[in-house]
């Protein structure tokens, strides 16, 4: 079963720099396109990032020049660096990766649990 380990959320003080990271739990795995994701509290879901298929890179407007998205194709991983950061930046960020296993002729989406980022001084 193909999984998805996010890391690298906590407390950080306002104007401060975090980098989440998202591994595929299954070596051999084909990424197609990642997005990052942010719930706050209230609020629905939302996209923060993401790579499509021949690399563009799209941002939500308040995180752009501040955020980056980037991926590892050798780590199967998916990073998310966040600077410059807002207490409006506060929630549950969650990595969404599209693929496909090994032998697997279609591409599935797959959500980490989520990693909660606290913007707070």
């Known amino acids: 079963q193909v999984q998805l380990v996010e890391s690298g959320g906590g407390l950080v003080q306002p104007g401060g720099s975090l980098r989440l990271s998202c591994v595929v739990s299954?070596?051999?795995?084909?990424?197609?396109?990642v997005a990052w994701y942010r719930q706050a509290p209230g609020k629905e879901r939302e996209l923060v990032a993401r790579i499509i298929s021949g690399g563009t890179t799209n941002y939500q407007e308040s995180v752009l020049g501040r955020f980056i998205i980037s991926r590892d194709n050798a780590k199967n991983e998916a990073i998310l660096q966040m600077n410059s950061l807002k207490p409006e930046d506060t929630a549950v960020y969650y990595c969404?990766?599209?693929?496909?296993?090994?032998?697997?002729?279609?591409?599935?989406?797959?959500w980490g649990k989520g990693t909660l980022v606290t913007v707070a001084s």
């Open positions: 969404n990766i599209v693929g496909r296993r090994i032998g697997q002729g279609y591409d599935l989406s797959y």
């Open positions: 299954e070596s051999g795995f084909s990424i197609n396109a």
